[in-house]
Nanobody
Framework: QVQLVESGGGLVQPGGSLRLSCAAS????????MGWYRQAPGKGREFVAI???????LYSDSTKGRFTISRDNATNTLYLRMNNLKTEDAAVYYC?????WGKGTQVTVSS
């Protein structure tokens, strides 16, 4: 069974950076897509970025150029480097693999 554990969230000032991690277990992940989503209070869950198993990446318009998704297939870990964070980036960030979700990690952007 796939298990996903996110970490790395926290409080950061606008313009700051964070790196999120998602530790995956339960199977091999080198042949599947892995993605990040987020959900802000009162809003639905939205797509952030995806790492394709063939090496492609895709970002939402709001994160393109500021966020970088990467993966380490040797350790089954997915990362999300977030730079130039804005208040509107504040949300719970979730890892998604094969329709499985982690419990999320909270990102707060505030001065």
């Amino acid at each position: 069974q796939v298990q996903l554990v996110e970490s790395g969230g926290g409080l950061v000032q606008p313009g700051g950076s964070l790196r999120l991690s998602c530790a995956a277990s339960g199977r091999t992940f080198s042949d599947v897509n892995m993605g990040w989503y987020r959900q802000a209070p009162g809003k639905g869950r939205e797509f952030v970025a995806i790492s394709g198993y063939l090496g492609t990446t895709l970002y939402s318009d709001s994160t393109k150029g500021r966020f970088t998704i990467s993966r380490d297939n040797a350790t089954n870990t997915l990362y999300l480097r977030m730079n130039n964070l804005k208040t509107e980036d504040a949300a719970v960030y979730y890892c998604n693999v094969l329709q499985n979700w982690g419990k999320g990690t909270q990102v707060t952007v505030s001065s």
